[in-house]
């Protein structure tokens, strides 16, 4: 059991802490659970961790200011639990880090396949590039530290990428030049389809832009194709 995936249920409801624990259990992985935030702190200071499942709607401290604490020193996994499917939450969520959300109620074997997912998404991300190439890559004035999953300039000063942005960089680094639809970088990135009002996306490209731009109004690095999607248009090559 040692190698199984070690999963925390993060949630204020005992009840469902115990229903995913016990079925993700009887699925092979190791599960913790935790009811709040600061008991989750305590785990990740005492334990490896290879992904969280997260309840926004928890009372004092909610789950988007969690993620957001998270994200701040780790790159682990995290799907978000909500009782509502309100689209400001999902974006934010997912603009705060987040890789995949499912609404409340759910059926726990959807859980279990986005938790595959997900995890299959980590594992098969450095097969895409080789070792060499995954240490670092410059897209034109920048280099990007893929262990590190952070920037730099002519400066050396590291400047952090969320999990998101980082996700997204990378799609874009291995198909430079090519134009993605939303929809594609949507299911490239976090593994599902969008509908017709999702702008998460664009979001998360807006705020990528804002890191590795010079003027993000006039974008050289990552270009819009209207009614197309984006492309990255900077040269791609490994240090």
């Not at 895409?128 to 670092?136: A, D, H, I, N, P």
Request: glycine share 8%; proline share 4%; hydrophobic share 40%.
């Amino acid at each position: 059991m040692q190698d199984a995936a070690h999963v925390v249920v993060v949630d204020d409801h005992g009840d469902i802490r115990d229903l995913v624990r016990q079925y993700l259990e009887q699925q092979g992985y190791r599960v913790s659970v935790a009811e709040s935030g600061q008991a989750l702190r305590r785990l990740l200071e005492r334990h490896a961790v290879d992904l969280i499942v997260l309840d926004i709607m928890m009372p004092g401290e909610d789950g988007l200011a969690v993620c957001r604490q998270v994200r701040a020193t780790s790159n682990i996994p995290i799907i978000f639990l909500t009782a509502m499917a309100e689209d400001t939450d999902r974006i934010v969520g997912l603009e705060l880090g987040a890789d995949d959300y499912l609404v409340k109620p759910f059926n726990p074997r959807e859980l279990l396949a986005r938790i595959r997912a997900v995890l299959r998404r980590m594992n098969d991300a450095p097969q895409r590039m080789s070792k060499e190439q995954l240490k670092k890559v410059r897209i034109g004035p920048w280099c990007v530290n893929m262990g590190r999953q952070e920037i730099s300039g002519d400066d050396g000063v590291g400047v952090p990428l969320s999990s998101a942005e980082f996700r997204l960089l990378k799609v874009f680094i291995e198909r430079p030049g090519i134009v993605l639809s939303r929809e594609q970088l949507l299911d490239l990135t976090v593994g599902r389809t969008a509908d017709i009002f999702d702008r998460s996306i664009d979001n998360q490209v807006s705020r990528l832009r804002k890191k590795i731009e010079d003027n993000p109004k006039s974008p050289s690095i990552i270009k819009t194709h209207w009614g197309g999607g984006y492309s990255l248009s900077a040269e791609v090559s490994f240090e």
